[in-house]
């Protein structure tokens, strides 16, 4: 018998860099680590059949956009949860188009998934209020408070954290080719402002941590509401100030961001709970 199974448009194993990939990696790590068998499965090859067959499993999808409708419409039938890593319930996913975050009703869609799911599990309070104020009767909205990184890269950033490079007092961009990261408004800011920078962009996370001790700023301007925001919390931990706009999911976070030693702490202990 199955436990969990983990849905997923995508894998670590197909997007390795990939934000939500990652946060899904380590969800499913921490499941199996606890004793509980997780099967993982692409939403596209989710069926009525193969749902019905796992009926006493717990169902976690982590996304959804290739899932046959005829297997959203079964999961009717299971406990699932959703781990909402954006916004798929706003047709263009990007709630920051409209006044105060409200999208109009006819641009809301998958509205009966998000009302039938046992808790859908929001990264910070700032994704959870999005949510609610777009569907204020549900009462299945869970701030997680943070995401999740592999124990090697805080056992790595422990090790380094107090030594690093000598900063430059150029700004670091991240280049980006998506453009819901903000790199060409970074860098027009930049050059409005006369400020010096570089395009950063490494394989690992451990990577740009590393490469962002190196800065002294860190310039992001996201288009569209982060849920989080890993790489700000990576900016933080490398000790770099922020120059950012008011979609920073982590922002609403209770950590303490004035502190690398001591936010690495409220990270580890984020993971444990």
């Known amino acids: 018998m199955v436990d969990v199974v983990f849905v997923a448009d995508a894998f670590v194993y197909d997007i390795p860099q990939g934000g939500a990939e990652l946060v899904n990696y380590e969800v499913v790590n921490f499941l199996k680590n606890n004793g509980l068998r997780v099967e993982e499965v692409y939403s596209f090859k989710l069926t009525p059949a193969y749902i019905n067959n796992r009926k006493d499993s717990v169902f976690i999808i982590g996304s959804f956009l290739n899932t046959p409708s005829s297997a959203l419409e079964a999961l009717k039938d299971v406990a699932y949860y959703l781990y909402e890593h954006d916004h798929k319930y706003c047709i263009n996913r990007n709630p920051a188009v409209y006044k105060d975050f409200i999208i109009p009703p006819n641009e809301l869609v998958h509205q009966e998934l ?3 799911a046992k808790k859908v599990m929001c990264q910070s309070q700032f994704q959870a209020n999005i949510l609610g104020k777009n569907f204020p009767n549900l009462k299945n909205i869970v701030n997680m408070g943070g995401s999740l990184w592999s124990q090697d890269f ?42 010096e920078y570089d395009l950063i962009q490494e394989s690992t996370p451990l990577q740009l941590f590393k ?9 992001y301007f996201p288009t569209t509401p982060e849920t989080f925001s ?9 000790g770099c100030k922020i120059i950012t706009n008011k979609l920073i999911g982590a922002a609403t976070e209770n950590y303490t961001y004035n502190d690398p030693l001591v936010l690495l702490k409220e990270v580890i202990s984020h993971k444990s709970q």
């Open 114 to 116: 998000f009302s039938g």
């Open 211 to 219: 490469k962002l001790q190196e800065y002294t700023y860190y310039i």
């Open 154 to 195: 805080l056992e790595s950033v422990k090790k380094n954290i107090n030594s690093p490079a000598a900063r430059t007092e150029k700004a670091a961009i991240l280049k980006s080719e998506n453009p819901i990261k903000g790199q060409q408004a970074a860098e027009s800011f930049c050059q409005k402002n006369n400020i």
């Open 230 to 238: 890993r790489v700000f919390m990576e900016a933080k931990l490398a």
